[in-house]
């Protein structure tokens, strides 16, 4: 959920900067996309951090295939050892 919302963030940022830059400044489109971008990315780089190493921890469950880590069963075999002791 934290990638969406990050996603979601940006995007706005782009657009709340780019489109006055186009309609109110009329800057070329390619410019001011440009420029959007570079806003967008260091607004969220400073000032939403928690939000984005959120981001890319969802990101990276994601690519890798699994949730949390899971124990194994020789790792629980020794939980169970250990729980056995005196």
């Known amino acids: 959920m934290q990638f969406f919302k990050y996603t979601v963030l940006r995007l706005a ?3 709340v900067v780019f489109v006055p830059l186009v309609w109110g400044l009329g ?3 390619w410019l001011a996309a ?3 971008a570079v806003v967008a990315f260091c607004v969220t780089y400073l000032f939403f ?3 984005r190493l959120g981001a ?3 990101l990276k469950e994601k ?3 699994r949730g949390p880590r899971r124990k194994g069963a ?4 020794d939980e169970a050892a250990e729980d056995r002791l005196p």
């Open 56 to 58: 890319g921890e969802d």
């Open 34 to 36: 440009v420029v959007a």
């Open 13 to 15: 940022l782009f657009f």
């Open 63 to 65: 690519v890798s295939g």
């Open 49 to 51: 951090n928690r939000l």
């Open 27 to 29: 800057w070329n489109y």
């Open 74 to 77: 020789v790792e629980l075999d």
